[in-house]
């Protein structure tokens, strides 16, 4: 922390300080991913989900076919598939935790909102 994080910590009221909490303070992790679940977009995280585990699926039964191949053309196209799995579950899974980050900052935002809207009524009765 600096000086200006202790400067605004120390002009805030003690419910507006505990309100927004330590630096430190926020979702853990397994709250954010179900916080996915609960957002405007869990039909499409849902399914990304789904998807994500049927391509698991698809991209082991690659990797064994891959080793149970003779030919050298088999075992290209199961290792094909199986670098196409990996590269859409990577992709699955970095679109899913900017969906976190974004529920993340948008709590965030809400807060300084909050106490923005607290300081203009205050600023209001004087």
């Given at each position: 922390?600096?000086?200006l ?38 039909l ?16 082991i039964w690659?990797?064994f ?26 992709f699955?899974k ?7 980050q ?10 300084v ?5 607290r300081?203009?009524?205050?600023l209001n009765?004087?």
């Amino acid at each position: 922390m600096n000086d200006l994080d202790d400067q605004i910590r120390n002009a805030l009221s003690s419910q507006d300080a505990e309100m927004i909490g330590g630096p430190d303070d926020g979702l853990r992790i397994d709250q954010l991913v179900f916080s996915t679940l609960r957002s405007r977009n869990w039909l499409v995280t849902g399914s990304m989900v789904v998807v994500s585990l049927i391509v698991m699926g698809i991209s082991i039964w690659c990797v064994f076919r891959f080793f149970d191949s003779q030919e050298t053309k088999d075992m290209l196209a199961y290792g094909f598939g199986f670098l196409l799995g990996m590269f859409m579950i990577s992709f699955m899974k970095i679109w899913f935790w900017m969906e976190m980050q974004r529920i993340a900052i948008t709590r965030e935002v809400k807060k300084v909102e909050l106490l923005t809207a607290r300081l203009l009524q205050e600023l209001n009765a004087k």
